[in-house]
């Protein structure tokens, strides 16, 4: 099958499993795109474990402007093709914080260069890059990587210079990188 006919079969899948009312909400609720099917993550994964990773659907469908298949081009894209630029070029291409999150977690977090991504654009002076940047570095620690103390000191340094940042996205995903870097203290005299 081709590229093109699989993709007219994803499109299929996309409209067969359609949910108007979450697509409304997502609009309501800021999230506009040029189509959004609605379709909840759990059946996209099952839609794209139909379909065989390639590089050139996944590229395809990254540049389609309907959420679904940004979505879907992130779980079929194969990690032994997505170079260090097209990476770049997908977080300059980056929507919102939705496929911003979903990318980090399907795509990029299983890349072999992911750490060296994560500290590269957390310093990165556009916002879309700091965001993925901090979800990233996030992922890491979630899936068990250890830092040095030199990069979580930077680390926590780009978090302290982005705490006041007005993108509540952005300032969310600095929070959860410091959670994960600075254990509880229950070092309360009261709770004795």
Not at 109 to 130: I, N, T, V
Request: one cysteine or more; aromatic letters at 8%.
């Amino acid at each position: 099958m081709s590229v093109e006919e699989t993709i007219v079969e994803i499109k299929k899948e996309l409209r067969a499993n359609m949910n108007g009312v979450a697509s409304a909400r997502m609009r309501e609720g800021g999230l506009n795109y040029h189509v959004n099917f609605g379709v909840d993550l759990p059946r996209l994964q099952e839609i794209a474990s139909q379909f065989t990773p390639s590089h050139e659907l996944a590229q395809q469908l990254w540049h389609e402007n309907v959420r679904e298949s940004k979505i879907l081009a992130g779980l079929l894209m194969p990690v032994d093709r997505f170079w260090p630029d097209i990476a770049d070029i997908w977080v300059e291409q980056m929507p919102n914080a939705e496929i911003a999150q979903l990318t980090v977690m399907n795509l990029f977090s299983r890349l072999p260069y992911a750490s060296d991504k994560a500290f590269e654009w957390m310093g990165h002076s556009d916002e879309m890059f700091q965001l993925c940047g901090f979800l990233l570095i996030t992922r890491l620690l979630m899936q068990g990587a250890v830092l040095t103390d030199r990069s979580r000191d930077e680390v926590l340094d780009q978090a302290n210079s982005l705490l006041d940042t007005p993108n509540l996205h952005l300032r969310k995903a600095v929070n959860n990188a410091i959670e994960r870097l600075t254990p509880t203290r229950f070092a309360n005299d009261e709770m004795k």
